[in-house]
């Protein structure tokens, strides 16, 4: 996948537990595992805009972009 979800990271750095996070979002905590471990191939504006807020974030410090070196320009 060329997208790379680094949420996990960002969660660390900020001491943040998934659970915490799940209940200050308001999403389930199964939904945002899924999230964290990049098992989603979509995710709402409205849902990492709250996840932004309650991290304090950007969403270019969870989303990166990397792309695929076997795929030709």
Request: proline share 4%; charged share 30%.
């Amino acid at each position: 996948m060329a997208i790379i979800l680094r949420l996990d990271r960002v969660m660390a750095d900020r001491k943040i537990s998934l659970k915490e996070l799940s209940e200050r979002v308001g999403i389930a905590n199964v939904n945002l595992s899924k999230i964290k471990t990049g098992k989603i191939s979509a995710i709402r504006f409205s849902t990492l805009e709250a996840i932004c807020d309650v991290l304090d974030c950007q969403p270019g410090d969870i989303l990166e972009f990397q792309r695929d070196p076997q795929k030709p320009d």
